[in-house]
């Protein structure tokens, strides 16, 4: 079922807003407190951006910047950056959502409030405190490998390391388990017992009653979650610098590196033209994400 | 009659004699300290620190406490003369020094930089005369010519050594660049930063790549050396800070030997032994940072006593050794009483400017044990021309190590 | 609540692995932040210098103000916008998700160096700059909760009904369904305060202080004093959370249907 717009009528029962022009005028309208938040305050500091990412260093207009991207080693930092996203978001979708179903359907309310408050501080943990206490767990010296070895376990005698790709993914759940937590939440709080009811009344089992309501009403959203996990181990720039050096190939730092560094100083609208072609990929991303939103828009209200 | 014509004249007379003192006297209060050159145009050292008194305050910007005992160094500068200073992001980079005097407003300017060579190079040319403010110290000329601008709007202050620092349990004893490929160190060895992104990695690497057989046109062998060091597992990612070194991270790194003394010092606060060797392989220095002031500096005056007190060789008191009696002086006689801001780039184990010249006066003080260049060794610094085919090799070759 | 009932056992279990997944790296640096090496022992040593420090106070309170600045400007935008886009602007949906996830893309460090060149002197000089930044940050994840959030309620039939007895829009917003979305509003409350209160890139490249700078420059030096305030930090960020979220009671899940 398509949803119907809300359409005004004059007293005479004719809509008002019928037109195409005043129905865009009237979305317009509604956008426009966020819209012109969002032109101010980062359009615009985008915009600086982007202008500058067409300019050689005499200022002049060029391609070369994004030609540039497409040259090593910045290729493989836009693969490895997108593939380190896609892992993480991956690795924290799923144990994140089974989480917040566990707390939102069986928890009591005093649980949720602890579980929203905490959270959301972990959600936003990063860079040098959140290397660091893995540091001091995990690392070569850390209270946890002291643990496990007393167990037996020689997690580093056994090749792990922190300072890896499989470590830095393992360090990013830290923060995306709880923001999918947070985000996804909201989802199964919806999520009517009804309907649960309604199906085995009607002779579903529990499998049934999930993979043909459960799983479907919850997907768009748990999607949703999972594009904002995506980009957030995309972007992610501190966390990835203090557990890293550079020995591991990422977009993020590269922009760093030549935006904010000590070293090469002659570069920055090639990092400016790095953070627009972060966009792009962004964009394709969200390409599938969109498809299976609007075959998803009939199971909502 | 005669009284009233005695006194017209002597009015008169008093009036020509104060205006012909008033022409002869130049006014404190008429000096533009924006647009003084030197301490000559400044009025002089006592004007100087009367003025800066009076501004009350100094904007620096991107200086760590312990980076070649900056932090003593602004102890210093503030307890003697009371001005207070604001230090915008200590652990910031060059490029932040530049980007903020681009494009910070006019309240959060800094009154002085201190940046690497190479961010120099990066605006040199038509911006960068307009960036800073020329003005030449007293002790100008002694600054070698190699690094300093003709006209007095940079100068380079002080630089240091690479070295090894290591945790006291490793067994055996580095010595060497070339010992950190040794399988005992497995895990140990990290740099303090992304070599695309920081000098003392950077530097660290030519370190390596002079260790190896390469040469400063050539810093592949030292690329190469941490490719293998990384393949047999010795160097790992982790950065080289003070808190991952406690928490026992990595036990080795090379760093600066004027962040050493403070990096020792901190971690037996916290309850580790630390310690630096320069390694008998390389001896590589870094290109001097670079002090200018800033054109658009709120505290002219103050920060030109700044400057005059980094460059200043004189033996003195430290920050605590300053007695309420030594406040009390004013002008020259107070600035001579404090030790000279050269010497304390030496006492935090850096190797200042003025070396040469501090040398030959014997205004040299003893810096700490074990951070200098051993005597006889051959001392190799990249210059900034140099420098710019190591990057290309490195940030090329870096990421995909 | 039983704990180990069948039913809840899913549950006991996914919070004991949580809370072991959650604690281990975070006791760790607690565990670091208690030694004292100079007395081969553990205590508080290192906490309480930074109680005394110069500004302290201060600079919790900028933090603080900033942080709920950015909370109110975002509720205000984001609820009404995100109602409208549940009811009958949902032809919108694509692209305020897009616009919406913006923010996270782009790197900080390369949205602060634009900030700087586009934003006019004024807007720099006042620290209030930090708020409306930092609600952009917050934007990603505020506005998906609160989508998600609405999405799930029957939004269409108590907005209709609402508004058949005759109760104005002002009425069904504040009334009707913030309400029913407390939890939800809450969570991205939460989300922005944490966010506000634990930023440091754009805050320092825009060359503001705030507490997460003012612990920087506070912590050279200090090792174990550094990793004493990061800790204290992130816990009582926990516990300033936990006692908002004790006076705002949640609305019952829908799992425990009290509606029709």
């Known amino acids: 079922m398509s949803t119907p717009e809300v359409v005004s009528l004059d007293r005479k029962g004719a809509p008002i807003w019928g037109t195409l022009i005043g129905q865009f005028l009237k979305a317009l309208l509604a956008l426009a407190p966020l819209l012109v938040f969002m032109s101010i305050f980062f359009f615009a500091p985008l915009w600086a951006v982007v202008l500058d990412s067409f300019k050689s260093n005499e200022g002049n207009f060029t391609f070369a910047n994004y030609a540039d991207v497409f040259k090593e080693p910045i290729i493989t930092a836009m693969r490895t950056s997108f593939g380190l996203a896609m892992v993480s978001a991956l690795v924290s979708a799923v144990p994140g959502a089974v989480l917040a179903f566990l707390i939102e359907s069986r928890g009591s309310d005093r649980l949720r409030q602890v579980v929203a408050s905490i959270s959301g501080v972990l959600a936003n943990t990063g860079g040098v405190p959140l290397a660091f206490m893995f540091i001091a767990s995990l690392g070569a010296e850390g209270a946890a490998t002291g643990l496990l070895k007393a167990f037996g376990l020689d997690i580093y005698g056994a090749g792990f390391s922190l300072f890896t790709f499989w470590g830095l993914v393992l360090v990013y759940t830290y923060f995306q388990i709880p923001m999918m937590v947070i985000v996804f ?53 501190a966390t990835a610098r203090a557990m890293t050096n550079g020995t591991i190939a990422l977009v993020p730092l590269m922009i760093g590196n030549l935006l904010d560094g000590n070293v090469i100083f002659d570069e920055v609208n090639l990092a400016k033209a790095l953070a627009v072609a972060m966009i792009f990929v962004t964009l394709l991303a969200m390409v599938p994400y969109i498809v299976i939103q609007r075959r998803a828009q009939r199971w909502q209200r | 009659m005669n009284l009233k014509r005695v006194v017209a004249v002597a009015a008169a007379s008093a009036i020509a004699l104060s205006a012909v003192v008033a022409i002869s006297t130049p006014s404190q209060a008429a000096i533009n300290y924006c647009k003084a050159t030197d301490l000559k145009t400044a009025g002089g050292l006592d004007a100087l620190v009367k003025a800066a008194k009076k501004e009350g305050a100094l904007n620096v910007i991107t200086l760590p406490r312990d980076w070649a005992n900056y932090g003593e160094a602004m102890d210093l500068f503030s307890k003697a003369f009371g001005i207070k200073i604001n230090d915008d992001n200590p652990d910031g980079s060059s490029a932040y020094e530049i980007q903020t ?174 310690k630096f060797v320069v390694p008998s392989d390389a001896v590589i220095a870094g290109t001097p940072y670079i002090q200018a002031i800033n054109a658009k500096a709120p505290h002219c005056a103050a920060a030109r006593l700044w400057e005059e007190f980094l460059y200043s060789e004189n033996k003195g008191k430290t920050s605590a050794q300053l007695t309420a009696k030594d406040l009390k002086l004013t002008g020259s006689k107070l600035f001579n009483t404090i030790l000279g801001g050269q010497n304390v780039f030496v006492s935090g184990g850096a190797t200042p400017i003025l070396q040469a010249d501090m040398t030959a006066k014997k205004k040299l003080i003893n810096g700490p044990d074990g951070f200098d260049v051993p005597k006889g060794a051959k001392v190799y610094q990249p210059s900034p021309d140099q420098q710019v085919g190591g990057k290309t090799l490195v940030s090329a070759q870096w990421p995909t190590l | 609540m039983k704990l180990f009932s069948r039913r809840q056992l899913p549950l006991t279990l996914g919070l004991v692995l949580a809370t072991i997944f959650v604690v281990l790296p975070l006791g760790s640096a607690a565990e670091f932040s208690l030694r004292e090496p100079l007395k081969n022992t553990h205590g508080f040593d290192n906490y309480t210098w930074f109680f005394v420090a110069p500004d302290f106070a201060k600079y919790l309170g900028i933090s603080f103000g900033l942080a709920l600045t950015s909370a109110l400007i975002l509720l205000v935008l984001l609820v009404p916008t995100v109602v409208w886009l549940n009811l009958g602007g949902s032809k919108y949906r694509g692209f305020v998700e897009f616009v919406s996830l913006l923010p996270l893309v782009i790197p900080v460090v390369a949205l602060a160096i634009g900030a700087q060149t586009a934003l006019p002197d004024f807007a720099q000089t006042n620290e209030v700059i930090l708020a409306f930044m930092y609600a952009v940050l917050a934007v990603p994840y505020a506005y998906r909760t609160m989508d998600t959030g609405l999405r799930s309620i029957p939004l269409k039939t108590i907005v209709e009904a609402s508004r058949g007895l005759g109760a104005t829009w002002f009425h069904v917003l504040f009334k009707v369904i913030i309400p029913v979305i407390r939890s939800t509003v809450l969570s991205a409350l939460f989300m922005t305060l944490a966010l506000s209160l634990g930023e440091f890139t754009i805050t320092s490249l825009l060359h503001w202080d705030t507490f997460t700078t003012w612990v920087t420059t506070m912590s050279q030096s200090n090792i174990l004093g550094a990793i004493a305030l990061s800790v204290f930090s992130l816990v009582s960020v926990f516990v300033l959370l936990l006692v908002i979220s004790v006076f705002i009671r949640p609305t019952k899940s829908m799992v425990i249907s009290e509606e029709n």
């Open chain 2, 101 to 274: 005097i681009k494009t910070a407003p006019a309240a959060k300017q800094p009154d002085v930089v201190d940046i690497g060579v190479s961010a120099l190079n990066g605006v040199i040319g038509a911006g960068s005369d307009k960036l800073f403010a020329d003005y030449k110290v007293a002790n100008f000329a002694a600054i070698p010519s190699k690094w300093k601008s003709e006209s007095g709007n940079w100068y380079g202050d002080y630089n240091g050594i690479i070295g090894i620092a290591y945790d006291a349990s490793v067994s055996p004893a580095p010595t060497k660049i070339s010992d950190l490929a040794n399988a005992a160190y497995k895990g140990q060895v990290a740099l303090t930063g992304d070599p695309t992104a920081g000098q003392e990695p950077f530097m660290a690497v030519y370190a390596a790549a002079i260790a190896k057989g390469g040469s400063l046109d050539n810093i592949q062998p030292g690329i190469d050396f941490f490719k293998s060091l990384k393949a047999n597992g010795n160097f790992i990612a982790t950065k080289a800070t003070p808190e991952n070194y406690v928490a026992g991270a990595y036990k080795i790194s090379l760093t600066w030997n004027f962040n050493a003394p403070g990096m020792i010092a901190g971690a037996k606060a916290a309850g580790k032994n630390l």
């Open chain 1, 185 to 237: 939440s909201p989802a199964i709080h919806g999520l009517r017992r009804e309907w649960n009811e309604a199906a085995r009344t009607l002779g579903a089992t529990g499998r049934q009653f999930w993979a043909n309501v459960g799983i479907p009403l919850l997907f768009p959203s748990f999607l949703s979650a999972f594009l904002l996990l995506f980009a957030s181990a995309f972007s992610a720039y």
